[in-house]
């Protein structure tokens, strides 16, 4: 649909629209499951993980990662997710310790095994913020946001 349409289309729309509020999951289609939860286990510590046929879900407090076993596409270009991170300097050392290969750039990307690209985002310097009861339950109470986070928080009147 074209733009001028979606447009034309918003306009006409009357009444409530549901608004974005997050995300509760990002869903990852790998090779083997027990091969992808070794890698992700060997470069992140993993809290939880559940169970289905072809499914695992990884617990990451109020949020999981779902890997979904069978990947069909080619790997991913400029395709990518943030995943958050209580300390983005370790988090290169183990992905570099384990091969993973990291991409060029400013930032922490790195494409797993089946070609999915992943950023990764140290939790002290973006603008997402854990319930205060679900940082107490993952023990990331030592975690603060650092200036120029709390100062993008405080520009939208978040803190």
């Not at 183990?94 to 991409?103: D, K, V, Y």
Request: include cysteine; proline fraction near 5%.
């Amino acid at each position: 649909m074209p733009v001028r349409d979606l447009h034309a289309r918003r306009d006409r729309m009357s009444g409530h629209r549901p608004r974005l509020v997050g995300i509760n999951h990002v869903a990852l289609e790998v090779g083997e499951l027990e091969l992808a939860l070794a890698f992700y286990g060997a470069i992140f510590e993993l809290c939880g993980v559940e169970r289905e046929p072809g499914l695992a879900f990884i617990d990451m407090g109020d949020q999981f990662l779902a890997l979904s076993q069978g990947r069909g596409q080619a790997r991913d270009q400029t395709r990518h997710f943030g995943l958050v991170v209580d300390d983005k300097p370790a988090a290169r050392d183990a992905l570099r310790s384990h091969g993973a290969e990291i991409l060029p750039g400013p930032r922490l990307d790195f494409l797993d095994p089946w070609g999915n690209r992943i950023q990764v985002v140290d939790y002290r310097d973006i603008q997402f913020i854990k319930a205060p009861g679900v940082i107490r339950a993952m023990g990331l109470e030592h975690l603060h946001k650092r200036a120029a986070a709390r100062g993008q928080l405080r520009s939208k009147g978040l803190a």
